[in-house]
């Protein structure tokens, strides 16, 4: 049973427009979102994060939007640039904090391509 | 600093042997975790330690074993390898309370 589930397995787009990555729940547990950027042969980088309280998170060209009702988050990259080509996972954590927080759940990642 | 390190980066397997992959973090993070990327399927959860002396299975524990003695360390045991234990192994490390995890490169493990 996949509960966060990132169904575009890759998107390509131009550099200068905007990428827009998707990811769907379906705990309502989840209290807090992630999302991760991953090179080839290297770990998971941490991005942005978004907790469920708020419903936009900004940091520079990269913004997180939740959907609480639809559970659903997004994350979009303005303009997107050549370096940005990686793989992009999702993450959700259930609330509680404390123990809880460390226990992250991953969608199956969405490869974007950044073509010059 | 460092952060978080593993080792070994690559290490291939006959089936029914024994292994353990090392991580190391410097930032004095209490809770440490083990996950495993498989194609298709994402992270997924395997084992994690909110302090030394305290692990708890995740989603996928079968076949591996782990325990934490030092704030500093968090060993993955594989007992007796499966094919099915094919996988890249990623350590990762938080401050209790924070969900952003700090992860290491990755264990490239092959079972032949």
């Known amino acids: 049973d996949q509960q966060v589930k990132q169904n575009s397995p890759s998107l390509s787009v131009q550099e200068g427009r905007i990428s827009i990555l998707n990811c769907d729940y379906t705990n309502s547990m989840f209290d807090y979102f992630l999302w991760y950027k991953k090179y080839p042969a290297e770990g998971p980088t941490f991005l942005i994060s978004?907790?469920?309280?708020?419903d936009k998170n900004e940091d520079g060209r990269f913004t997180v939007f939740l959907n609480k009702s639809a559970k659903h988050l997004s994350l979009h990259i303005v303009p997107s640039q050549p370096g940005d080509s990686a793989v992009y996972f999702c993450a959700a954590s259930p609330n509680a904090g404390g123990t809880s927080y460390g226990k992250l759940t991953f969608g199956q990642g969405t490869i974007l391509t950044v073509h010059p | 600093n460092a952060g978080v390190t593993q080792t070994p980066k690559f290490q291939v397997l006959k089936t029914g042997q024994s292994m353990t992959l090392q991580c190391a973090q410097d930032m004095n993070h209490e809770y440490m975790s083990w996950y495993r990327q498989d194609p298709g399927m994402g992270l997924r959860l395997i084992h994690y330690s909110v302090g030394a002396g305290i692990t708890d299975q995740g989603e996928v524990p079968n076949g591996y074993n782990v325990s934490r003695s030092t704030t500093e360390d968090f060993p993955l045991r594989l007992l007796s390898a499966a094919p099915s234990q094919t996988s890249v192994y990623f350590c990762?490390?938080?401050?209790?309370?924070?969900?952003?995890?700090?992860f290491g490169q990755g264990t490239r493990l092959t079972v032949v």
């Open positions: 978004i907790s469920s309280i708020k």
């Open positions: 990762a490390s938080s401050y209790l309370g924070q969900p952003q995890a700090f």
